[in-house]
């Protein structure tokens, strides 16, 4: 920061002004870090770069709702309401009402979360060979059976139907 004086001057008479002159330093190059691609929860962080000269901001260009950006001065700020669907985001770095802004973009795509799975209720048998499968229904996704852990011994008939048969026990 510099300070100049203008004096104008006339025999005796002096009179002067002064101004301030600030030289600021360009922002740094904003970098608003990796998209986010098919996230499945409806938060999520950001993760820009803490700018060495200046100040980032992040603000919202798109989406299908509107995102809170919890603390949008920093670099890893938390989002949240977000809904299913594609987001941008804009991290601006500005320093100084001189300094042109330098402005990066991340993409946050929200993957619509499935249908919690519920497996059914245990079942104790007795010395029986097949049993057929209590899950519920699956509105969004696909549900799939699979073997975690007992006998090798098994088949699973129609492994992506909640009620399949499984004999072979």
């Known amino acids: 920061t510099y300070m100049f004086q203008w004096n104008v001057t006339n025999g005796e008479c002096t009179n002067g002004d002064r101004v301030r002159v600030v030289n600021y330093q360009a922002p740094s190059t904003a970098e608003a870090g990796d998209d ?35 603390s949008p001065i920093l670099p890893d700020s938390e989002i949240r309401n977000l809904a299913p669907g594609e987001y941008e985001f804009y991290w601006t770095v500005t320093n100084g009402p001189a300094c042109e802004a330098s402005v990066d973009s991340v993409k946050v795509v929200v993957a619509t979360v499935p249908t919690p799975p519920d497996a059914g209720p245990v079942q104790e048998l007795c010395n029986t060979t097949e049993t057929i499968m209590g899950a519920n229904t699956i509105a969004i996704g696909t549900g799939t059976w699979t073997w975690k852990s007992g ?9 992506n139907s909640p009620t399949t048969i499984i004999n072979s026990l």
Do not use: H, M, R
């Open 151 to 159: 006998p090798g011994s098994y088949n699973i008939v129609s492994p």
């Open 36 to 70: 986010l691609d098919y996230i499945c929860e409806y938060t999520a962080f950001l993760e820009a770069e803490q700018p060495q000269y200046g100040f980032g901001n992040w603000t919202q260009k798109s989406g299908p709702t509107v995102a809170d950006i919890v």
